[in-house]
């Protein structure tokens, strides 16, 4: 199947600095990529939606400022946690997705874990 | 199965029995189903999927059901082994333009020696 990878896999920051997560689709155009939070135990949420080079949809009581999104190639998508804080530590996943293309399973990268201290 | 609080629902099952589990999904307009498994601190990991003109669908050790009548999914596991323990989620697709996927709660699957 296709692959999507995230990098870091884990990210340690202090309070008010801020975090960039990468997902890339190493094999297929991902016309557009999810962003996903998950708390221990629990389902996963989504958070934003973005098409490539077009602005991303987020979720009702997603802040758009905190959580900024980037989708400007075919192959990548960044998130930036801004201004992070201890209630942001959470377990963040991506996914990719071609159906125009064919692709209609959403493949999903490793996860980012992140820690905020 | 249910939702309890935050706990995930949980299924014990030796190992060489078969595992089933379900999910209700939301949405009749739904016509595109997966089912995702999740080992812990990874991402999810396609397992089958099943569109909505279907109502069964196989794959290895795996089968995919589906009941359009009352929105039910089951993904049943022949002969489950200890590594099928993880968490299982079914996601539908509404079929929206933005192509997003709604995930159910999950299921704790757990494989006894």
């Known amino acids: 199947g296709a692959v999507v990878s995230q990098h870091p896999s884990w990210v340690i920051c202090k309070s008010g600095t801020s975090v960039k997560i990468e997902c890339r689709s190493l094999?297929?155009?991902?016309?557009?990529m999810f962003w996903y939070r998950q708390f221990p135990k629990q389902s996963l949420m989504l958070m934003a939606t973005s098409n490539e080079g077009s602005k991303a949809t987020y979720e009702q009581g997603v802040e758009k400022d905190k959580f900024l999104i980037n989708h400007a190639s075919l192959t990548l998508s960044t998130l930036t946690v801004t201004s992070a804080h201890p209630e942001d530590s959470s377990f963040y996943i991506c996914s990719a997705r071609d159906v125009p293309g064919g692709v209609f399973e959403a493949f999903f990268g490793q996860g980012t874990r992140l820690t905020v201290v | 199965g249910e939702s309890v609080g935050l706990h995930l629902p949980t299924l014990s099952v030796q190992e060489g029995d078969n595992s089933i589990i379900n999910c209700a999904y939301s949405n009749s307009a739904s016509d595109y189903f997966i089912w995702y498994k999740q080992e812990s601190g990874k991402g999810p990991q396609f397992i089958i999927d099943i569109r909505s003109n279907m109502d069964k669908r196989q794959g290895q050790r795996v089968t995919v059901l589906l009941n359009k009548t009352v929105k039910h999914l089951s993904l049943q596991i022949a002969a489950t082994q200890p590594g099928d323990s993880a968490v299982y989620f079914c996601a539908e697709d509404s079929g929206g333009s933005n192509y997003k996927l709604t995930f159910g709660k999950g299921t704790l699957l757990t494989v006894n020696p």
């Open positions: 094999d297929f155009q991902a016309t557009t």
